[in-house]
T-cell receptor
Framework: EVQLLESGGGLVQPGGSLRLSCAASGFTFSDYAMSWVRQAPGKGLEWVSV????????QYADSVKGRFTISRDNSKNTLYLQMNSLRVEDTALYYCAKEGCTSIRCYCNCWGQGTLATVSS | DIEMTQSPDSLAVSPGERATINCKSS????????????LAWYQQKPGQPPKLLIYWASTRESGVPDRFSGSGSGTDFTLTISSLQAEDVAVYYC?????????FGQGTKLEIK
């Protein structure tokens, strides 16, 4: 059974940093691209970033480009999202999601429960 | 960016009746080289993460009841629930994965009448 467990969320002041983690199990982690998708309270879904299975290809939404960095450690079956220069509008539940394909041009076929990042003074 | 627009924003349907949700993209999400539409549908129930229902516009994910179906091509797509059940109450999102950034529709809230 595929399992994705996010952690690392919390309360941070504007301009601060957070590092989110996603521990994956139940599949060959390195075979699949992985994504982060966020959802502001009471709002819809917003795609944030994707990384290929090998980690050599990454893409970002314009809203986070230059501030967020996606990475993965295939030896630890873990996905990361380093979030710097955080803004109030980054407040959201951040979901880790497994892609259904090996490429980064794919849908998300499994989602974690999410970790909440709150940016507030 | 490709803009995804869903209609209606909310929908109330009687149990056993058909529910139809539409999704329109501002550009085609069809790839002639792969002969596929890069369009997915997700279901999100309150307090839960999204769940994949349909990918490649019309392929049902494993384990998804066959009352859910997807259709359409190019820029116009439809999610149909043939006979609404109480457990189908949720918000439904379409998403294109043809280009970066991937974009979602605004969501359609489906309720029981």
């Amino acid at each position: 059974e595929v399992q994705l467990l996010e952690s690392g969320g919390g309360l941070v002041q504007p301009g601060g940093s957070l590092r989110l983690s996603c521990a994956a199990s139940g599949f060959t982690f390195s075979d699949y691209a992985m994504s982060w998708v966020r959802q502001a309270p009471g709002k819809g879904l917003e795609w944030v970033s994707v990384i290929s299975g090998s980690g050599d290809s990454t893409q970002y939404a314009d809203s986070v480009k230059g501030r967020f960095t996606i990475s993965r450690d295939n030896s630890k079956n873990t996905l990361y999202l380093q979030m710097n220069s955080l803004r109030v509008e980054d407040t959201a539940l951040y979901y880790c999601a497994k892609e259904g394909c090996t490429s980064i041009r794919c849908y998300c076929n499994c989602w974690g429960q999410g970790t909440l990042a709150t940016v507030s003074s | 960016d490709i803009e995804m627009t869903q209609s209606p924003d909310s929908l109330a349907v009687s149990p056993g009746e058909r529910a139809t949700i539409n999704c329109k993209s501002s550009q085609s999400v069809f790839s002639s080289s792969s002969d596929k539409n890069f369009l997915a549908w997700y279901q999100q129930k309150p307090g839960q993460p999204p769940k994949l229902l349909i990918y490649w516009a019309s392929t049902r994910e494993s384990g998804v009841p066959d009352r859910f179906s997807g259709s359409g091509s190019g820029t116009d797509f439809t999610l149909t629930i043939s006979s609404l059940q109480a457990e189908d109450v949720a918000v439904y999102y379409c998403q294109q994965y043809y280009t970066i950034p991937r974009t979602f529709g605004q969501g359609t809230k489906l309720e029981i009448k």
